[in-house]
């Protein structure tokens, strides 16, 4: 498979790393504004290591003009990473106008691209739909990253808090909403029909985690390391890996609300295939339908935003 | 298989990030003299995407003293990254003396430790010798990643001179001796007992991958990246799975020639299994044996420089 | 990794087979009371495309005596498959005493072996007791393959049962007990808090998976196919990987009860790893308590059973 | 992926329980002239344990009519498996023209399908040739299973006369031609220039070694087994993989060969991609062109035969 990657940020270069390493990867296409400072070496590095790769034969680089569109018009995916991360101190919002340009830049490159589109790039829901509604193709073909990284972590939280302590992977929970703050955390009470383990109320030990995910990227940063990385690209192979073999497997990603006719981007679990998004499954809980709405109030006050910007 | 890694460099946290999307590591155990500068926040980042890990259910940090000694204990199999870097302008020569004590004191700490221990430090040959002799176990059980680099930049070069050109994987040979400018070619003759394509004699063909492979290491530092990073961590990954599944995979890793008596270390393809190095399969070809005498000779005069220096 | 597999039926063959196509698995040694009719041929068959396997290098057949035995002692883990299958018309109770002299017979064999025997012969959880009695380590190193098989088909259940229709592996449920029609199935409500979906309340569904899951065995007889295999090889496989790779995964399979005095083995969800069971995580649900009450019970009438025929 | 499997004899039959264990596969359709005896069995047995797949969310068994047309038409590949088995005593050449009219019904039935068909039925050689004449798309999207299982047996020969002996999959051969008999083996020098090991010269071991690989499949089916299961299977799993993957890996399938003008398809070393049959690679050697003009020379002779026939 050929995957194409826009950006060569830390995650995206983090996610060619990465693909190198899959077994169904066969071909990486990187495409950047520049290539001579960072896709290049990393390139030589990747080069000189294929023999221990399962299946993939080659990584190239390709400038963002021309020659990078008509190499990504042979990728079966494409993944765009590309535009300006969160400043310190800053917020996701801050990069709305910015990085909203950013995408239809890439967006006008990829031009009539048939294939899906992950957008990655922060204010990911509204970039998700920025993408969207300027590309050439059914809304569903584009899928934000959304709150895969929230699930994520609402997972390990979990896990932690369980006794006995189990592993992320079997803790089963989601987070829906946009990817901010007003996420909301769908439990999936694998603790028995009595929502209590010692004493510990599902609920209580669901709010608990929420704030814990919300102080996930604060505590990364905190830390001094170089920000979230790990969740997101996994997160990002995971999306890809159903895409390419069509597994229709159920994620927490961004994708188009057909029931809004402004076109609005969130997450809710939701079937992923070749298509792209499939049946969107909405949890029919109060919390959810309460936690949904204030999401979409949030994306349209950003809709005001960028209108009064002139981007569309 | 619980994984030890010792050193928080680019390879040691490269190395760890990386275990954690293999699908048999289930624990890391990582050891540095520092642990709030890097490994910290790493493991927190990774941590909150262990829902996407296949087998992996935690990572821990622990401090380079009685704490760390005792964790390692229970890992399956131990990787030393630790030691200073080659400055830039310097060679791994230069390293020698210092990072002679860096690993023994690692060696001292692990005690008793009964399994196989990787060493990465440079100059890996002597590294891992000055290892294997301050160890209280059989010389077996510690391997240097030696020349499994050169292999894989032999192959991924073959694989782009031959016609038509084909994947790094589909290419045989290997690099012995020291893993350094002195290291031997070996053609496996994958072009047929012509031992010519397309009218290039395959002698030529190996002499001039030779050369671009002396050059790799160079080229990846030119072109401002990182340093060679992706052909190591991959050759780790795979010195450590046929460690712990014992598939005694031939690889051109550093291991103790018996028939040396001042207890050399040196690459020659070797079955690598449970017991760490075993049958030693060295090439009988008149290149081969001059090759190797001259990297005999030069980690002899390696040894005089560690002993002038008291370092035994 | 060294795997020992005793028995060469359907099941015996067919895991024997199932391993070498994994990426872990370096060797198979297969132990038979007769290798001429189906051992050899087999060996023959695999060796012959052993190119094609990631990771083993040899299957090697044994007899069921001292010869066996002593390669059997090499083998990281060893699974018990040998025995009488359920006769057409018959259960698995008939096979009780039979089964339990065969199995004493092989454990016998394996005297002192040190490490986890899983044991698949019928009745499961009956001859895993009388597998961990004879043995001279300490009982968590047996484990019965139990109610694995219900799980995997309670969750298939589920899984076409809600709406829309996922994978069975979206699907969390467990099935504990006996490996009979006395398990009880333990739904983890994914289906939201409010237990219903459509309308279909949750404990009707279970209700109705359950009495699906007892006629699934009847079903794949019934077809006219050589009955139930590929969920208990793929079981097999999961038990095989927890144990060797140490990932203390949470599987429902038949072990030890230590507040029982007369050791009782059934199946609860337990935390899988290198020492076999660890922690049992019994969901504290009334319908789970009188149902183990109930499987205890026959567990105990079985014991009689035996003891009416001087087996330990 | 969606995978089409024709046929339900027991190459069909392994095949899909099979790529229901790869982590790629997503759904198979399986199409066969009648569903009762073997496919619904199967599939019931496969549905029931899903729980443990990787990938795969379900196997469809569909009659050999339209209903099976048009599942097919979703698949990504197609493997025509159907057609009667050798008799005992009889030869592949006895299948030629009953084959050949049950290959055509199923390129009837595929109509305009335009994937890659792998054909696997006997003799294969001439059964591709027969599918790609019929079907309606390039002749590089039909693909025969050719000599890859003689390859394999043949690294598996020579890895266990080297020494020391090693896996197979660190010993590399192909054999090409036609997939009988006449295919000649071609050794890929790993033993070094010298092309001896222990004094034994590699043509010597070659020639012994294709006399092995000559008697593998009388071996097999000597032994009292089911005949040769395991390489074949493995053998069409890697095309498969190559192909939805796009890996463009080497391997000796029975291919177009364009210089024919009468549409000979026969093994060299070629290159599997999304389009099928890439690159032929057909080495420069006199034992090779000699080789092959003998198999060029049966298969005309087989064309013969049809054509007498009235099969075109």
Redesign the interface.
């Known amino acids: ?2 995957v194409g990657v826009i950006g060569a940020g830390t995650i995206g270069a983090g996610l060619v ?2 693909l ?2 899959t ?5 990486v296409t990187w495409v950047n504004r520049t290539l ?3 896709v ?3 390139i ?10 399962p ?1 993939c ?2 990584v190239i680089g390709r400038p963002a003009d021309s020659r990078g569109a008509e190499a990504l018009r042979r990728a079966d995916i494409v993944v765009l990473t590309a535009g300006r991360g969160v400043r310190p101190g800053g917020t996701r919002g801050d990069l709305l106008v910015e990085n909203a340009r950013v995408v239809e830049g890439y967006v006008r490159l990829l031009a009539d691209y048939p294939g899906v589109l992950v957008v990655v790039t922060n204010p990911v829901d509204m970039m998700a739909r920025t993408a969207a509604r300027a590309r050439g193709v059914p809304r569903q073909r584009t899928i934000g990253l959304g709150t895969i ?1 929230e ?3 609402l ?2 939280s979990l ?1 932690s808090r369980v006794s ?1 302590v ?7 929970a989601y987070a829906v909403g946009t990817h901010d703050d007003l996420f909301v955390p ?5 603790l ?4 209590t383990e010692q004493g510990i109320s599902l609920q209580i030990m669901i709010e608990s985690a929420r704030t814990e995910v919300i102080e ?1 990227a604060r ?2 940063k905190a ?4 920000g ?8 990002i ?2 999306v890809i890996d159903a895409v390419v ?6 994620l927490t990603v961004s994708v188009h609300d057909p029931a809004t006719d402004d076109d609005l981007f969130y997450s809710v679990p939701c ?1 992923i295939g070749r298509d792209g998004a499939g ?1 969107r ?1 909405v ?3 109060p919390s959810v339908h309460d936690g949904l709405d204030r999401c979409r109030e949030r994306l349209r006050s950003d809709i005001e935003t960028l209108r009064a910007q002139a981007v569309p």
Chains 1, 2, 3, 4 share one sequence.
Do not use: C, Y
């Open positions: 498979m050929n790393r990465r190198v390493t077994t169904f990867v066969s071909e001579e400072k960072k290049e070496p990393e030589i590095d990747l080069q000189q290591g294929l023999a221990f790769s299946s034969r080659r990284v699930t994520a972590r997972r390990a896990a006995p189990r592993a992320a992977r079997e803790v089963w769908v439990p999936i009470d694998h028995g029909p009595g929502g996930a505590r990364v830390s001094g390391g170089d979230t990385l790990f969740p997101i690209i996994e997160g192979v995971s073999h069509d597994t229709r497997t159920i079937r049946e499954i949890p029919d809980m």
